[in-house]
């Protein structure tokens, strides 16, 4: 910005200003901030603190990076955290989020003490790190000691083993893992993932290929699952049977509400060639996943709603709402929803349910049950 230009902005109201300031990218806000007191003011002010080490980046587009270039820009944008972070300190505004990007590198663990020494002396809603890989490659992400974790979010992940430990998270509520299975991936285990957490909430993203978790009885289950209650199950590929996802019933007795969504995404799936050069499995995306329940007689006391997304009138799918029916005593309802859809895969979507096929669908799944559970068949786009 120009001189006369900030001149101009500091005389706005600081409700204007600060909110002119957070459209802007925080690098060239701290930048300016160094010019005027009333700047500085206004930066300790903003509800979020968003950096990217891009930023702090060469700027020659198509030159392959550096490790010096990796190491460099880290260490810009930890002096840039540092900057804004540490001037914020005894600021009564609370940061409703603090998002940084920046690369594995020696200067990791600082960005990490900083932004954790500013949760201890101010008001922080939510935090979210984005760690760029740059020219190694992370195994395993080693959790040990962070006591006001509630959010851990692990997206794709290389190690043929386990791709994370949780230590001390007492605060951990929801975990959620995207991932594509490849062949080096062995099944996971929840039991020993989760290990010493006690979630509510549990997302799994299969992203339409291979199966990684392994079915487990409710021994080993009940001491990370006693207490959740939301649990989904997303993009499993529709070669897959359903039945496997019945050990989340047996091992999770707290358990309200379960949602399926089983979709191929073809504009995220590698065919051809390709499969065998990135390491995809050419072996079923379910195999290994046979399941048994503990008890002969499975009974589940809590859940209350099963919503399907993907639903066809295919015996899998009937047969699988049949199952949870006749498992969960209370359940309450049955939401059946069609392929939702994606706009990058350009499919043909089906027809809206008609209601002879619904009479249909609902007559199968009843058929020798003596339930009062709604079955609905929602709009496409609407939740109920």
Sequence with gaps: MLDNEVDRLSKLPDDVLLNIVERLDITEVARTAILSRRWKQILDMLSKVILTVCSFGPKHARRKLTSEDIARANTTMLEATRSILESRTGSLYTIQLISLKFYL????????????????????ASVEFTIFIGIGCLQRVDLKWVPKLTVAKFN???????????????????????????????????????????????????????IWVRPEGRKQLLPVFHKLSLVNLFNIS?????????????????????????????????????????????????????????????????????RIYGFKEEDKFVRYARNVMEAAVNLEAVYLHENPGCKKCKCILPNEWMRSETLLIRNKINEGICSNVGIHFPSRGREY
């Design 105 to 124: 590198g020696d200067d990791s663990i600082f960005i990490g003490q900083t932004v954790a020494n500013t949760i201890a002396t101010q008001k922080v």
């Design 156 to 210: 794709m992940f290389q190690s043929s083993d386990d791709p994370f430990s949780l230590g001390y998270v007492p605060l951990l509520q929801t975990v959620s893992i995207i991932n594509t299975g490849l062949s080096r991936h062995k099944m996971l285990k929840l039991s020993e993932l989760l290990h010493k957490t006690s979630i509510s909430n549990l997302h799994l993203n299969f992203k339409s290929e291979k």
């Design 238 to 306: 529709v070669e897959c049977d359903l039945t496997w996802t019945m050990f989340i019933l047996q091992g999770a007795p707290t358990l309200k509400k379960l949602c399926i969504m089983v979709q191929d995404h073809l504009c995220e799936m590698i065919k051809g060639k390709r499969r065998y050069m990135y390491d995809f499995s050419e072996e079923k995306k379910d195999k290994g996943l046979e399941w048994e329940p503990s008890a002969p007689d499975l009974k589940h006391h809590n859940l209350a709603e099963l």
